[in-house]
């Protein structure tokens, strides 16, 4: 979905942007009567050191500004960017800068949500949308690592293996479903303005009032195991957590 | 004897680096816990899925540690993986008496692509697991020097560490040269000029850059008392941590965000004969590197 209609979409009450542009936009908007931090980023663009520092500089002023205003992180990114540029300054440090941000955030009690409206990919997706206490996707959105052609190309699988394992496993293949699965999505949201108006608006609303109910404990690997998709990463994190 | 931290097994790093006979294994190869989605694919598993996880005692303090072996899949981070290190952090957070640190031994290209899904996530989990505990004051330590370097996931984990030591071999960074080759040509980043590699994401530049903590020579006694030394650093995570940090990525970005190649940011921050640092010896260029090296 277009970032332009989905912000009207989402935000019927109201949205400014404060700063939009380089693919990175920040501001603030309505959610049930109470302002959220608005960031995002559009056309799938790459996360390099620059938006890094963005991104983590628009929360970091909200933690002095507005203790406990929601932030809501609105998403469309083909990942990491790969120049050598961005290697030589240490871009991984600059995005486990940004996941650090978020962290503290949630320590001071700021619900973070995090939408993903376009392409979520790896390192891109890993230190902000993934660090949220809900996750939530766009059902045409696309959540992945690779596609299954480079998947192939690299493990040395025939494609038609990866494919076939694709339709009975949510772990090889890119898909909101998928993640969904395997606990990480929170619900996957059905865009249509037309048909329903104001349901994004009110399952915005309803899941910031369910995190701040919540105890902000990750509960990814329990959800996957209840939904099915993820069988072994509760047991055995348990079995460590727990041997005598 | 000295023994190369690089050419070792996760194992034989692992007990060169805790205090002798200290070392108590979790889920020990012998429970065979193994990947379930490399299993469905026929491909070779190992009964620890290349990481070791465990309690032990460094120069006498409790510690919880964690090795991964970069012989299989390079390291990489698959569900079971992943969940080891998730389940130690935790039993870190739970215990009743706190852990003096949390070592981790890396080495890894990052997100197993075998099980693309899984690895991601796995290590989502590990980030936000490591980060709250960071939170409630424990304190992790990375090393890296292993043969598959420190890359992708596994990159993003070592930076959200309280402290990181390195060494010349220790290459750390987001992607992998060869993969930036692969998409972007091989004038954005040629992975086969082995001085370049090593100038962009090896040891020295990321100490040059203020990015780790120590820089030591490629044996397993140097990693361990460098190890040693971190552990009365200061811990925690909290607002004045990251807005400081802050501060000290924005000024990198400013001052050094035109520079093409790494002498050129050793020269500006007056590294005397900057083209000379890949040449020297390690304690030499720690000697030349500690004054003007950039710090937060």
């Known amino acids: 979905m277009n970032r332009d209609l989905l912000l009207p979409a989402l935000f019927p009450q109201g949205f400014t942007l404060e700063e939009d542009q380089?693919?990175?936009f920040r501001g603030t908007a309505l959610v049930a009567d109470e302002t959220v931090l608005l960031v995002g980023s559009r056309n799938a663009v790459e996360i390099g050191v620059d938006l890094a520092l963005r991104i983590s500089a628009a929360v970091l002023?909200?933690?002095?500004t507005h203790p406990g205003r929601p932030v809501v992180l609105l998403l469309d990114t083909q990942g990491q960017r790969l120049r050598r540029r961005d290697e030589l300054l240490g871009l991984?440090?600059?995005?486990a800068h940004v996941a650090k941000v978020m962290e503290v955030a949630r320590g001071r009690g700021h619900p973070l949500l995090s939408l993903v409206y376009g392409q979520a990919v790896s390192g891109g997706y890993l230190t902000s949308g993934m660090m949220a206490d809900a996750a939530f996707a766009l059902e045409d959105a696309e959540i992945k690592v690779m596609n299954l052609p480079a998947m192939a190309r690299i493990t040395k699988i025939p494609l038609e293996r990866l494919e076939a394992l694709a339709q009975v496993s949510p772990v090889f293949s890119p898909g909101a479903g998928n993640y969904f699965q395997m606990g990480h999505i929170d619900a996957i949201w059905k865009p249509d303005p037309q048909e329903a108006p104001g349901a994004l608006a009110r399952a915005l609303a309803d899941a910031i009032?369910?995190?701040r109910a919540g105890t902000s404990e990750d509960a990814r690997m329990q959800r996957g195991a209840q939904r099915g998709g993820r069988t072994s990463a509760e047991a055995v994190a348990r079995a460590v957590r727990q041997h005598a | 004897m000295r023994k190369s931290f690089f050419e070792a097994s996760a194992r034989e790093r692992l007990l060169g680096v805790v205090d002798p006979g200290s070392l108590k294994e979790f889920l020990p190869p012998s429970a065979r816990q193994t990947s379930p989605h490399l299993n469905l694919l026929d491909q070779p598993v190992a009964f620890d899925d290349g990481i070791i996880v465990g309690a032990a005692r460094l120069d006498g303090a409790p510690i919880l540690v964690a090795a991964q072996e970069g012989r299989f899949l390079g390291g990489a981070v698959g569900e079971v993986h992943g969940a080891k290190l998730v389940g130690l952090i935790e039993r870190a957070r739970a215990a009743p008496v706190a852990p003096a640190a949390v070592l981790l031994l890396f080495d890894s290209g990052g997100v197993r692509l075998h099980e693309a899904n899984a690895g991601l996530l796995a290590v989502s989990e590990i980030i936000r697991a490591l980060l709250r505990a960071r939170r409630d004051g424990l304190r992790f330590i990375g090393l890296i020097g292993g043969s598959s370097g420190c890359f992708g996931g596994t990159g993003l984990i070592a930076r959200?560490?309280?402290?990181?030591?390195i060494s010349e071999e220790g290459r750390l960074a987001m992607s992998g040269p060869e993969v930036i080759e692969t998409v972007r040509g091989?004038?954005?980043f040629d992975s086969r000029d082995r001085a370049l590699v090593w100038r962009v994401t090896g040891g020295k530049h990321r100490y040059l850059l203020g990015e780790v903590d120590s820089f030591v020579p490629d044996e397993t006694a140097a990693f361990r008392a460098a190890a040693i030394g971190l552990l009365q650093r200061p811990a925690g995570l909290d607002l004045e941590t990251v807005e400081r940090?802050?501060?000290?990525?924005a000024r990198r970005w400013e001052r050094f965000g035109n520079c093409d190649d790494a002498p050129e940011i050793w020269r500006e921050l007056g590294v005397p004969l900057p083209l000379q640092v890949?040449?020297?010896?390690?304690a030499d260029f720690v000697a030349l590197a500690q004054p003007c090296r950039d710090q937060p």
């Open chain 2, 278 to 282: 890949p040449g020297l010896a390690a």
């Open chain 1, 92 to 95: 991984n440090g600059y995005m």
């Open chain 2, 160 to 165: 959200c560490c309280d402290a990181l030591v």
């Open chain 2, 245 to 249: 940090e802050h501060a000290f990525l």
């Open chain 2, 186 to 188: 091989v004038e954005e």
């Open chain 1, 22 to 24: 380089d693919d990175f």
């Open chain 1, 209 to 211: 009032a369910q995190v």
């Open chain 1, 61 to 64: 002023t909200t933690l002095r």
